[in-house]
């Protein structure tokens, strides 16, 4: 089967950096991807990590430890804008497809 | 240019009746993904096209629903008999096909009603 685990909810302050973690299980791993998703809108991609290590794009980061089954997002210089969901997905051992996690509700306040 | 597209993007319908919800993916993607997302819940999967092969419908969560794609391109998901339990936004999703690590486009959803 595939289990993925996210916290609920996060909230952190403009212009500060915050993290946020990934754990999962599955049986033949095809990498891990990360979404945002503003309330009432469609998820839109982020990142996508097959092999360990950190991967920078901007703001964002994404880590990837595959022998913890563990990934983190991470979002420097945190903008109002950022509020959103950020969900987890890991395709299903020899599928392309996703299973997403439940998401992890970021508020950014001033 | 064109996204991937869906309509309606609001349906109200009363318990019962049947609903057809339809999505146009971006021209050339050949794998096509249902998903719905209830209230502060993650995505569920619903059912998976790829090109010709036969459909990966291991999400359907009953025999009331169902989809097709015609001509490898746009598609249709049908609720029979819905319950308010169906009530969800239904999301749609094209990649070009072929690997895992290809990204999803997703379209901007159909927010289903059941009264």
């Known amino acids: 089967g595939q289990n993925i685990d996210q916290p609920t909810e996060m909230t952190a302050t403009e212009g500060a950096i915050v993290q946020i973690n990934c754990t999962y299980q599955?049986?033949?791993?095809?990498?891990l991807f990360w979404y945002q998703q503003h309330a009432g809108e469609a998820p839109t991609f982020l990142s996508y990590?097959?092999?360990?290590g950190l991967e920078e794009k901007g703001r964002f980061s994404s880590f990837l430890s595959r022998s913890k089954g563990y990934s983190y997002l991470l979002l420097k210089e945190l903008q109002m804008k950022d509020s959103a969901s950020y969900l987890c997905?890991?395709?299903?051992?020899?599928?392309?497809?996703?299973?997403f996690g439940r998401g992890t509700s970021l508020i950014v306040h001033p | 240019g064109a996204g991937v597209s869906q309509s309606p993007s609001n349906k109200v319908t009363e318990k019962g009746k049947d609903v057809e919800l339809r999505c146009d993916p971006i021209?050339?993607?050949?794998?096509l993904y249902w998903y719905r997302q209830s209230l502060g819940q993650g995505l569920e999967f619903l059912i998976y096209?790829?090109?010709?092969?036969?459909?990966?419908k291991s999400g359907l969560p009953s025999d009331r629903f169902s989809a097709e794609r015609t001509g490898g391109s746009v598609s249709t998901l049908t609720i029979q008999r819905t319950q308010q339990e169906d009530s969800a936004v239904y999301l749609c999703?094209?990649?070009?096909?072929?690997?895992?690590?290809?990204?999803?486009?997703f379209g901007p959803g159909t927010r289903l009603l059941v009264l």
């Open positions: 999703a094209s990649s070009s096909g072929g690997t895992a690590s290809e990204t999803q486009y």
């Open positions: 599955t049986s033949g791993f095809n990498g």
């Open positions: 990590n097959v092999l360990d």
């Open positions: 997905a890991v395709p299903r051992g020899g599928s392309y497809i996703p299973t």
């Open positions: 021209s050339g993607h050949t794998a």
């Open positions: 096209f790829q090109g010709n092969s036969a459909p990966d």
